[in-house]
Structures are given as C-alpha cells and as structure tokens.
C-alpha cells in the first residue's frame, strides 16, 4: 500500500512538472511574439534555448543555429549574443564529451567577451574551461583557469567567485586533495547563501553529497545503518539522513526549476544514498528515473553508472536475472563510450602525428606530399600560361575583327552619307528639271497663244492705222513681228494698245486698285497676247525683269501658285 501511494505521489508529480513545462514555454513564446524590437526577440530566443538546455540538447543546440542566423540580418552589436551561444554549445559539446569541439566553442566565446571587454563574461568562460579540463582529467590545467577566474573577478562579481570556488574545489577533489576540496566547497556555499543565489547555492549542495559519499567507508555503514552514523566532514557532523535531506531538498528545487541536467544527479545521489541504507525499493525507483531523465539529457556516463548501480540493487533484492541484464546493458554502454573515447584519442594521435617532423613515415609523405603538389602547381601554371596565351590570342583576334567592324562601319557611314547627298542633288536636279518642263509648257502656252492673237492684234491695230510722222501702225506691227521696233515706233505702238484696251484698263483698276501703273502695262501686253521677250522689248527691259513681274502681279492678283496669269487676264 505504501508503495502504491509512493508512485501515486511520483506520477502526479510528474504530471505537475509537463503542465509547469507547456505553461513555461507558453509564456516564453509569447514573449518572443510581443518582441517590441530584434534585440529583446534575441534575448528571449536565448531564454527560449535556457528552456530548451534542460530539457532537450538536440532542440537547444538546433535553436542556437537559427539565432546564430537572426544575428546576421540584424543591425545592433551582435557580439555579446554571438559570444552566449558560443559558450552555450561549449557546454552542451562538454555534455556530449566532444571536448575538442567543446574547447573550440568556448574559445571562440572568450575572444568575443575580450572584444567588448566584459568581466563578468570572461570569468564565466574561464571557468567553463577549467571544468572543461577537469572532465578530461587534466586538473592541473583547469585549476589555472579557476584561479584565473578568481584573479579576474576584482569588483568583485560574488556569484561568479562563488562558482569559481566551487569548480575549483571540485577540481582539488579529482587530484584526491580533500580537505583543500572542502574549504573551496564551503566558501562557495557561504557566498551563495549570503547573495541568495539559490541555483547555485543547490548545485554545490550536489557536490558537496558527492564528496561525502566519496568519503565514506563502506564497511564501517555496513556495520551503522540505521542512517545516524556520523561522518565528519571538515570539521562538521554529517549523517546519512542528513544528506538524504539534503539530496532531497536539493532534487526538489531542480525539479521546480525543470533543469534535468542537475536533477539526474540528484536522482543518482539519492539513488546511492539509498541503496546505502538497504531501501532497495526507493533506491530503484530513483535508479529508473536517472536512467530516464540522463537518457534525455545525453548525459552517458551516468547513464552507465546507473544502470551499474541498479544491478546491484537487483542483486541485493533477489532479482539475478535483471541485475544481469543491467549489468550487460552497463557493459554496452561503457564498451560504447569506451570505443568513442579510443576513437576521439586516435583522432587526436592522427592529427598529433601530423605535426611530427621527425617521424620517418611523415617525412616520406611529407616529400611525396611536396613532389605532388609541385606536379600539380607546374600543372596549374602550365594551364595558367595555355590560358594567358589563349586570352592574348582571342584579344588580339577580337580586336583586329573589332578593328574590321569600325572600319566597315565608317565606310558605311561614308556611304551613307554619300548616297544621301546624291539623293539630294537628285531630289534638286528634279526639282529643277519640273521648274523648267512647268516654264517650258507655259512658254509653249504662251507661244500658241500668241500666234493666234497676234493675226487678231494686227488687224485691230490695222483699224485704228495713221499716218503720223512719216510712220505707219502697218509698219510698226512688221517690225514688231521682225523684232526691228525702235523707240519712237514702241511709243506710238504703247499708245494705240491703250487706246484698244480701254475696257479692260478701267475694269482692272476698278478690281484690283493696289496695281501701278506698270502692272497695268504688263496686264495690258498678257491681254493682247504679246510673248515674255516681246514685252521685255516693248518695256526695253530684260525678260527676267519681266518674269519678277508676272511673279509680283500673281501675289497682287491673290492668284496660287497653280493659278495661270495669262488665263485670268484674259477673262477679264
């Protein structure tokens, strides 16, 4: 019935610890949705992977990936951030014994927090390297990077000296120094209780069981098991009920604060602890939890030890069969991290083996690596003089083609502009050729024209014949036809062409008022029929004055350049 009432108490527990989780992380998305700008959006996509570290490595180690990314596109000084998830991956590599990768991370962090010149940052990344040492087992090593940290912290930051104490006591606790283990441990503890740094100050709690079961003498509490037994522990009295209240005070306030990485080792404490006082039943229920929770962590190595420790539980309890299948699964499992450390060490010795100068086998490589690599680089420069030769040669080909084009170019120019100015004088010569085919046709016109007025022309004159001066009009219109008038004969002729065109005189005056008295004349010569060169000749003038003429009477007479003078005088 206890027992039942136990698990009950676990199962509801459990079921309290999803709801905080879903809630939790409700609440942290909703804040990375109400982000006001990218700098708070990064800093709880930072808390987002805080949540996630607890809980899930593979989810935390993604998400540092995607906020590396963000980190790209944004505009504000990134390396304070850039430095977090480096540090941030050093830890969850430690976590995975990737501890080349991990050192890598951490570094990259550190050189970062230098940039800004953060204290508090370089002291935090300081001590991530000591422990980082430590989980290899150089502590020599990883106490210089806790003292380091502690030298550092001069304000000084009470949070981080305490930590530095408490690696460093765990440190002098590797190379078997105890007393020197527990005077860090204690120093911290007092700093962590004096700030009210709670996360911390639980943390050293589980070193602090650590070491006390380390210090125990098995024989001596197979003798004292009613959990009152005292270990003196410097200088202070420690029973095993006083550490399992400890154990369980400590897995409490991780299971609150949902951070799986430190509950595992409580789980594993109290699981020890336990089993150590012959309650077998809680001992494994507490067994199967680590297994569980270290599992989800990746936390292998305790993993392993657990499934170790619960075999002997099995086997204190009677049950053969599961403590030897336990026992097959530890030894899988330690073959595995075994396997994985003698291939991490291998690696290393490769890649070791590579700086060897002395090594035979390397300098061999070394000279037929050096003979390959000027094969390859007469190789490349053979190719690299083909293609500087087959580059000169394409530029010289494309410049005498260019070359060839500009000049086909001018000339078609030339050309152009040759057959465009033949086009012109063609277009002229046209022209030309219409003005004088259009002169021509009116000459011809004209002349016809005249021919059959002037048989009319002389029979009037021959009406109005007098003889005056010894001169005769029958005379004056022989000559005219001879072209052989003079003076005094144009005079008279003038005289009687006005006195047959009296009519047509008076009626051009009255239309076209703007007329002088020689565009009269002119009308009156085109009205009897006379020709160009006969009027130039009456007019003693040459035909292009006469030709002016016509030309200024057609604008006076408002006539279109289509329009015939002779035409429009004679219907008058």
């Known amino acids: 019935m206890r027992r039942i009432i136990y698990f009950f108490l676990v199962f509801i527990s459990l079921k309290s610890f999803s709801q905080e989780t879903d809630s939790l992380l409700l609440k942290i998305k909703k804040e990375i949705a109400n982000s006001k700008n990218d700098s708070i959006k990064i800093v709880n996509y930072l808390w987002l992977n805080k949540y996630y570290h607890a809980r899930d490595l593979k989810k935390a180690d993604s998400l540092l990936t995607e906020i590396l990314t963000m980190l790209d596109t944004v505009k504000f000084d990134t390396r304070k951030h850039r430095g977090q998830i480096f540090e941030r991956r050093g830890i969850i590599s430690r976590?995975?014994?990737?501890?080349?990768?991990?050192?890598?991370?951490?570094?990259?962090a550190k050189s970062l927090y230098e940039e800004i010149k953060d204290?508090?940052?370089i002291i935090n990344v300081n001590i991530n390297i000591g422990n980082l040492y430590d989980y290899q087992y150089d502590y020599s090593e990883g106490a210089k990077y806790f003292k380091k940290a502690i030298e550092i912290n001069k304000k000084p930051f009470k949070k981080q000296l305490g930590i530095s104490y408490r690696l460093l006591s765990g440190?002098?606790?590797?190379?078997?120094?105890?007393?020197?283990?527990?005077?860090?441990?204690?120093?911290?503890?007092?700093?962590?209780?004096?700030?009210?740094?709670?996360?911390?100050?639980?943390?050293?709690?589980?070193?602090?069981?650590?070491?006390s079961l380390e210090d125990f003498d098995p024989k001596f509490y197979s003798k004292n098991l009613d959990g009152k037994s005292i270990l003196d522990v410097s200088a202070q009295k420690y029973s095993l009920n006083d550490l399992v209240k400890m154990a369980r005070k400590t897995t409490n306030y991780f299971k609150k604060e949902e951070h799986k990485h430190y509950l595992s080792e409580c789980y594993y404490d109290l699981t020890k602890l336990y089993f150590m006082l012959n309650r077998f039943s809680l001992a494994k229920t507490y067994a199967d939890s680590t297994i569980q929770v270290a599992h989800r962590v990746e936390k292998k190595h305790l993993e392993s030890m657990t499934y170790k420790l619960r075999a002997q539980i099995n086997e204190k309890s009677g049950k053969l069969y599961k403590a030897l299948d336990d026992f097959k699964v530890y030894d899988k499992m330690q073959n595995e991290i075994y396997t994985e450390n003698k291939t991490r060490e291998?690696?290393?010795?490769?890649?070791?083996?590579?700086?060897?100068?002395?090594?035979?086998?390397?300098?061999?490589?070394?000279?037929?690596?050096?003979?390959?690599?000027?094969?390859?680089?007469?190789?490349?420069?053979?190719?690299?003089?083909?293609?500087?030769?087959?580059?000169?040669?394409?530029?010289?080909?494309?410049?005498?083609i260019r070359l060839k084009w500009l000049k086909e170019r001018r000339e078609g120019k030339r050309f152009k502009q040759q057959l465009k100015q033949s086009d012109n004088e063609i277009f002229a010569l046209n022209t030309d050729k219409q003005k004088l085919t259009e002169e021509v046709n009116e000459l011809l016109t004209e002349t016809l024209t005249h021919l059959r007025t002037k048989e009319k022309l002389a029979d009037n004159l021959n009406k109005l014949s007098q003889e005056k001066e010894g001169v005769t009009l029958t005379s004056i219109i022989a000559d005219l036809k001879a072209d052989k008038l003079e003076d005094s004969k144009i005079l008279v002729l003038r005289r009687n062409i006005e006195t047959l065109n009296y009519e047509f005189l008076k009626k051009i005056k009255e239309l076209h008022p703007n007329l002088t008295k020689t565009d009269i004349e002119v009308c009156s010569f085109i009205k009897i029929g006379f020709s160009r060169s006969e009027i130039a000749r009456l007019r003693q003038t040459s035909i292009e004055a006469i030709k002016s003429t016509r030309y200024r009477l057609k604008k006076k007479l408002n006539l279109t350049a289509n329009d015939s003078l002779d035409e429009y005088i004679r219907t008058l």
Do not use: C, H, W
């Open 95 to 108: 976590i995975r014994s990737d501890y080349p990768e991990s050192l890598k991370n951490y570094n990259k």
């Open 171 to 211: 440190n002098f606790d590797f190379r078997e120094m105890k007393d020197s283990a527990f005077y860090y441990l204690k120093k911290a503890r007092i700093i962590f209780k004096d700030i009210g740094a709670d996360f911390e100050y639980f943390a050293s709690n589980i070193t602090f069981v650590r070491f």
């Open 119 to 121: 204290t508090n940052k």
């Open 346 to 400: 291998v690696l290393e010795l490769e890649f070791a083996n590579k700086k060897t100068k002395d090594s035979i086998l390397f300098v061999k490589q070394k000279e037929i690596f050096v003979l390959e690599k000027d094969k390859a680089l007469a190789q490349n420069k053979f190719i690299l003089l083909l293609s500087l030769v087959g580059v000169f040669i394409a530029f010289f080909v494309i410049r005498n």
